[in-house]
T-cell receptor, first 113, second 109 residues
Framework: EAGVTQFPSHSVIEKGQTVTLRCDPI?????LYWYRRVMGKEIKFLLH????????ESGMPNNRFLAERTGGTYSTLKVQPAELEDSGVYFC???????????FGPGTRLTVT | KNEVEQSPQNLTAQEGEFITINCSYS?????LHWLQQHPGGGIVSLFM???GKKKHGRLIATINIQEKHSSLHITASHPRDSAVYIC???????????FGTGTRLQVFP
């Protein structure tokens, strides 16, 4: 069984540009989560999909962030326009059921210059 | 004050030593997760527990629900155990994971 994959592994963009991060969950996992860790801080929850529906997006920092999960498979997280404070590592995780163990992807390191 | 606190933040040990990492939380939880991240690597789930104790190889995780405290123990530590260990509480109300800041462990031969 393939694990959670994320693309790209690293992205360097200039302030004001747009970046789209992708997450492919484990096949059959309806629950997909996005998290991020910014410089020196703890990992924070961004949002949770159940299939294609946003179950909880209370952690999204502002309206420059847009997450989608069309068809309930892979998910994208778009940052537009990117700001310096968006730099960090963005993790995706998936689980079969909400109360089950979450499997994390390797993360995407985003650097905004 | 964070809802999930870990201690220590940094820990060094000699190979073979017994390691304890502590996690305290202030929210109601449905489960407590222990995660591991090796340098340059992804996050791996070690344990998910809601009561008592779990053991996997040289790793042991315990939780005391009344005291809102969990510990991760590593017996006979090895340099390959060097990693960041993260405690995360699953909120009973919101079902979200709330993370501690992590404990960076270095085990020297």
């Amino acid at each position: 069984e393939a694990g959670v994959t994320q693309f790209p592994s690293h992205s360097v963009i200039e302030k004001g540009q747009t970046v789209t991060l992708r997450c492919d969950p484990i096949s059959g996992h309806d629950n997909l989560y996005w998290y991020r860790r910014v410089m020196g801080k703890e990992i924070k929850f961004l949002l949770h999909f159940v299939k294609e529906s946003k179950q909880d997006e209370s952690g999204m920092p502002n309206n420059r962030f847009l997450a989608e999960r069309t068809g309930g498979t892979y998910s994208t997280l778009k940052v537009q326009p990117a700001e310096l404070e968006d730099s960090g590592v963005y993790f995706c995780a998936s689980s079969r059921e909400r109360s089950y163990e979450q499997y994390f992807g390797p993360g995407t390191r985003l650097t905004v210059t | 004050k964070n809802e999930v606190e870990q201690s220590p933040q940094n820990l060094t040990a000699q190979e073979g030593e017994f390691i304890t990492i502590n996690c305290s939380y202030s929210v109601g939880i449905s489960a407590l997760h222990w995660l591991q991240q090796h340098p340059g690597g992804g996050i791996v789930s070690l344990f998910m527990l809601s009561s008592g104790k779990k053991k996997h190889g040289r790793l042991i995780a315990t939780i005391n629900i009344q005291e809102k405290h969990s510990s991760l123990h590593i017996t006979a530590s090895h340099p390959r155990d060097s990693a960041v260990y993260i405690c995360a509480a699953r909120s009973y109300n919101t079902d979200k994971l709330i993370f501690g800041t992590g404990t960076r462990l270095q085990v020297f031969p």
